[in-house]
């Protein structure tokens, strides 16, 4: 499996290799093309559910399927990135935000060949993982 951050493609990066807050003009098409160029090398890559991003894997016909927290999970999710290490702008940027992106993903069409939600205390398993895969 890969877990590609997006994060490391939508923005220009400084003289050191840190993210500057300008916005990456070859974002998204430099996003999935390291996402083609993974695909066959791992089994799994785990994406940005961003829509500009289920959008460019349409278009690119990259088979997906959308995985997402059910919209009560706020404070779960929050808990979850603390433990993960999210910082504190990131998480705060999350919960100003939790409202629209959860009514972006009950609203639109793009996911992929199907989207499946986490319920609280629920996690991507291998047999959640396999089922996805499968399907």
Not at 7 to 15: A, L, M, P, R
Not at 27 to 42: A, D, L, S
Not at 73 to 92: A, P, T
Not at 99 to 119: P, V
Request: charged share 25%.
């Amino acid at each position: 499996m890969l877990d590609s951050d997006s994060s490391e493609f939508s923005w220009v990066k400084d003289d050191e290799g840190n993210n500057t807050k300008e916005r990456n003009s070859e974002f998204p098409k430099n996003y999935i093309e390291h996402i083609k160029n993974n695909i066959g090398k791992v089994d799994i890559i785990f994406v940005s559910s961003h829509k500009q991003v289920r959008q460019a894997l349409d278009e690119a016909g990259i088979r997906y399927c959308t995985v997402y927290p059910k919209d009560t999970m706020l404070n779960e999710w929050v808990g979850r990135m603390y433990r993960r290490g999210n910082d504190s702008k990131f998480i705060q940027f999350i919960i100003d935000n939790w409202d629209s992106f959860m009514k972006e993903i009950w609203y639109e069409d793009n996911h992929g060949f199907g989207i499946h939600y986490l319920g609280n205390n629920a996690y991507l398993d291998l047999p959640t993982l396999d089922f996805l895969y499968n399907w």
